[in-house]
């Protein structure tokens, strides 16, 4: 029997002497290979839709850092282009969408359309059987509140102020979407799944802009929802959740998501997320970003504290979120080293 691989089994429960590492958006700007290869695609969205090319972006990091997992090179917008929004990217200023500005145009939304993404599973399919032995697969979708905030926006705004208005205004018609979205999520994240990825990540990236009572209702519940609709057809897979920005709430969310692992953004202090969950839940992150960027003795006593603070239980070794475009290799390339305890 084959032994099972070290991230797969921090989400079980078990706790590694040595922590396994991934780092959120490991695949893009900041590796020059990267940047060589997008600049073969017509735009971004057609980079993701070509399983070649995205099978090749999720490797990348992988032959260059030997990190503990892939994550599959795609966005979370896909989603709403599969319902029939009108998505595209612009250079520099990021994903703009056809805005959602009233109840009727909820209404008018095609449906979601998984045939849209088999150009995804096919990535999977490309990416599973060039992967090392040890090294797990994650797939992921967007949360339902983050995606939504960008569908009504129609681009991302500081506070999703847009989203909370609409929510506020016309409850029951973004009820109706975040259910659409609930539904779209489980199906995406299922195909994936027997595609071949091994691990599902949920990432609500705007959690933190909500107030207590629609935190519950737009965000908390529906990942809810997502983790027991994953888990119902496939019992065996293994589910992070991302809630940026969920800080206090964090113990909360572990006893009622249901997933198998939390991953802490950069705010969060992890003695405090260690004294207050179950000494059996996974915990991921949480390395700012930007110590990763200034590198040095910032760098090594940051990764320290945070081995050190997950000593003894399961802890997969992340950032707090996205890996800055402007990050040194070498760097990278140090924290890998120094998680990996070659500290010097």
């Given amino acids: 029997m084959a032994e099972e691989k070290a991230l797969i089994s921090v989400l079980r429960g078990k706790a590694q002497d040595v922590p396994p590492i991934w780092l959120m958006r490991q695949a893009g700007r900041y590796l020059p290979e990267y940047r060589d290869l997008r600049a073969t695609a017509k735009n971004f969205l057609d ?20 990190f503990d997992a892939a994550i599959l090179f795609s966005d979370i917008l896909v ?56 090294v797990a697969f994650i797939g992921f979708c967007g949360a339902p509140w983050t995606v939504a905030s960008y569908m009504i926006a129609g681009c991302g705004t500081p506070d999703q102020a ?111 997320a260690v004294a207050e969950t179950a000494p059996n839940v996974a915990l991921q992150g949480n390395l700012d970003p930007l110590a990763l960027v200034a590198g040095g003795p910032a760098l090594n006593r940051e990764i320290d504290f945070i081995v050190d603070a997950f000593k003894g239980r399961p802890h997969i070794f992340n950032l707090g979120h996205g890996i800055l475009p402007q990050t040194p290799i070498e760097h990278v390339e140090r924290l890998v080293a120094r998680v990996r305890r070659e500290r010097a």
């Fill in 79 to 134: 989603v709403p282009d599969a319902m029939g929004q009108e998505v595209s990217f612009e250079s520099g200023a990021g994903p703009r969408l056809k805005p959602i500005e009233t109840p009727d145009e909820i209404e008018r939304l095609g449906a979601f359309s998984i045939e849209k993404l088999s150009p995804v599973f096919e990535t999977i399919d490309r990416v599973k059987g060039a992967l090392p032995s040890g």
């Fill in 47 to 66: 980079f993701c839709y070509s399983p070649p090319k995205a099978a090749e972006a999720t490797l990348q990091p992988i032959r260059r850092f030997a």
């Fill in 162 to 272: 847009p989203a909370r208005l609409f929510a506020f205004h016309h409850p029951e018609s973004f009820a109706k979407l975040i259910d659409r979205l609930v539904e779209a999520s489980i199906d995406y994240l299922a195909g994936q799944l027997d595609a071949g990825v091994e691990v599902v990540q949920v990432f609500d990236s705007w959690a933190g802009v909500l107030p207590a009572q629609e935190f519950h209702r737009w965000s908390a519940e529906p990942i809810r929802r997502i983790v027991a609709g994953v888990k119902a057809r496939h019992p065996q897979a293994t589910v992070i959740a991302f809630v940026r920005g969920a800080d206090a709430r964090l113990p909360r969310l572990a006893q009622t998501l249901g997933a198998d692992g939390y991953g802490l953004d950069t705010a969060l202090d992890p003695t405090w």
